[in-house]
């Protein structure tokens, strides 16, 4: 079922269960948390899927966004089924699963359990000004979905672009070598100015750095945009330049900030 983004999408999703506690593994996008309060839920943020004992929702980004931990499918199946007995659903965001394990998603397991997994157009296809994502579950869980979008949730351009996109086998194949190739060159940058890589995905390289203020500002006066996390100080995300021009802006900035230190 088509919608126009996943934020559109998520607080729909959650009203799907009746107000209880809701359960995000975090860390992980912010909205999500705000999306289940939204839909009259007690939010807490948990570590990892042992911790959802108590919830009637629960909330993964699978890979996760920022350090693309990755949630075992045995493990979500299981947790899945002990939500349905209780009436509840799991949610599992795959934004970032184009680049992700082959056989990692749940999108074939809809149908078996109290599943809704959530798709983007956003990230692997670099699409996000489109504003289209799409939920996949079971026919009256979609239904109930799309009473609450409407008749014209996404226009016409957006959905013809989506199925483009997602039938273009060969790029898709050709797009995944490329980021592959780009977070090994990332990867040497990133390791030769002397951070650690603690995760990522072939979207983007999580870093830890105590002097994680001064590499953001030192970058943004050289015209690269890195993400910092207030919750985690040491945190940098970096995500792959997009031309060569871009390449060797970001190598010379980091040889710069290498040297001073």
Not at 19 to 31: F, I, K, L, N, S
Not at 45 to 66: G, M, Q
Request: some cysteine; proline content about 6%; aromatic content about 6%.
């Amino acid at each position: 079922m088509a919608a126009p983004g996943t934020q559109i999408l998520l607080p729909l999703v959650a009203a799907l269960v009746r107000p209880g506690r809701a359960a995000v593994v975090a860390p992980t996008y912010g909205e999500h948390a705000r999306a289940a309060a939204l839909a009259g839920h007690d939010v807490i943020e948990i570590a990892d899927l042992d911790a959802a004992t108590a919830a009637t929702l629960v909330i993964v980004t699978n890979p996760n966004n920022p350090d693309g931990r990755l949630s075992d499918k045995a493990a979500l199946m299981t947790l899945a089924k002990r939500l349905e007995s209780r009436g509840g659903l799991l949610v599992v965001d795959e934004a970032f699963m184009d680049v992700g394990p082959r056989d990692g998603s749940l999108a074939g397991e809809v149908g078996r359990r109290a599943i809704v997994v959530l798709r983007s157009f956003g990230k692997f296809f670099g699409l996000a000004g489109i504003r289209l994502g799409f939920a996949l579950a079971t026919p009256y869980l979609a239904a109930r979905l799309a009473a609450q979008l409407g008749p014209w949730a996404v226009s016409g351009p957006a959905l013809a672009i989506g199925v483009e996109g997602l039938t273009d086998r060969a790029w898709m194949e050709r797009a995944r070598c490329r980021l592959t190739e780009g977070t090994t060159r990332l990867d040497k940058i990133l390791a030769d100015s002397g951070l650690e890589i603690v995760g990522g995905t072939p979207l983007f390289r999580l870093v830890r750095t105590a002097a994680a203020p001064e590499l953001f500002h030192h970058l943004g006066h050289a015209g690269i945009l890195v993400r910092m996390f207030p919750a985690h100080p040491s945190w940098l995300r970096f995500g792959l330049p997009a031309a060569e021009d871009d390449w060797d802006r970001l190598q010379i900035a980091m040889a710069a900030y290498a040297n001073r230190h």
